[in-house]
């Protein structure tokens, strides 16, 4: 349930289309409205640092006050927070009505907030397997039907889903995780059918193996997976989440205005390492 909207800056951010942008800079998300769900740690803060750096007003979703407030904190002028939890359904109208309310027409949603589980299939209980499915894709389709009835209207509007490599290949572990990303995969191409034509743009970006606190614990417990991962990366390295921000920049900016239905890969080479 939504309990607090809270900014570090003052003032509404105007839009822009792709006919208004800046011409300097085709990459620029200057007066650009933009909401990130699980922005406050991890991938998604760093999703939010490269769009604001990028000229764009951000807002990061999530369920811990104290994570989004010092967070929006260390983003700087720009940077709000709601919080918000994403797997009350009934609460994600409102959450696009407070944030338009007061940051004006939403241009960009990032579906970034998600969940993981790792336990052999066998021992996958239906609670858990429902679980896993309610955040990473029931929560996500909510959140953006909320954001695409808006943008649909205004014929403008960026949606950005967050994929993974347990949607491009097996992974063991995960059966739970990777059905969810393989159906968020299939929405996007849905979703790009029936929106693109109305000037909302649908793309998922494919993290490969980043290194993140929560990463870094799940590989140094687990040395062969880490081992296996790196074999099959051609740039043998792990990514760092703002290669991740780069990317949602990018597909967020007018320097894609014409891509749509697509998933990018960002993972050294992982998705076609052998």
Do not use: W
């Not at 679980?131 to 649909?152: D, S, Y």
């Amino acid at each position: 349930m939504n309990t607090v909207l809270s900014s570090n800056g003052n003032g509404h951010a105007a839009t822009t289309t792709p006919e208004t942008a800046p011409q300097g800079n085709i990459f620029s998300l200057a007066g650009r409205v933009a909401l990130i769900t699980g922005g406050g740690t991890g991938i998604g803060l760093e999703i939010a640092r490269c769009m604001l750096t990028a000229g764009a007003t951000v807002i990061i979703t999530g369920r811990r006050e104290a994570v989004l407030q010092a967070s929006a904190a260390e983003l700087g002028e720009g940077a709000h927070f709601v919080v918000n939890d994403i797997c009350d359904l009934a609460s994600l109208e409102e959450l696009v009505e407070r944030v338009e309310a007061a940051h004006g027409p939403l241009d960009i949603l990032v579906n970034n907030a998600g969940i993981n589980m790792k336990k052999p299939a066998l021992e996958v209980t239906d609670e858990d397997f429902s679980r896993i499915i309610h955040t990473n894709l029931n929560a996500v389709f909510a959140l953006t039907r909320a954001a695409a009835k808006r943008m649909v209207a205004r014929r403008s509007g960026v949606i950005l889903m967050i994929s993974s490599m347990a949607a491009y290949y097996g992974i063991d572990r995960v059966v739970a995780y990777a059905a969810s990303k393989s159906a968020v995969e299939g929405m996007v191409k849905v979703l790009a059918s029936e929106f693109s034509a109305h000037g909302v743009r649908i793309n998922a970006i494919a993290p490969g193996f980043i290194e993140t606190e929560m990463s870094r614990t799940a590989m140094n417990s687990d040395p062969d997976r880490r081992d296996r991962a790196m074999r099959r990366t051609p740039m043998g390295k792990f990514g760092k989440p703002a290669d991740i921000g780069h990317a949602a920049v990018f597909l967020a900016s007018d320097g894609a205005r014409y891509v749509t239905g697509v998933s990018l890969p960002v993972d050294g080479g992982n998705s076609i390492g052998f």
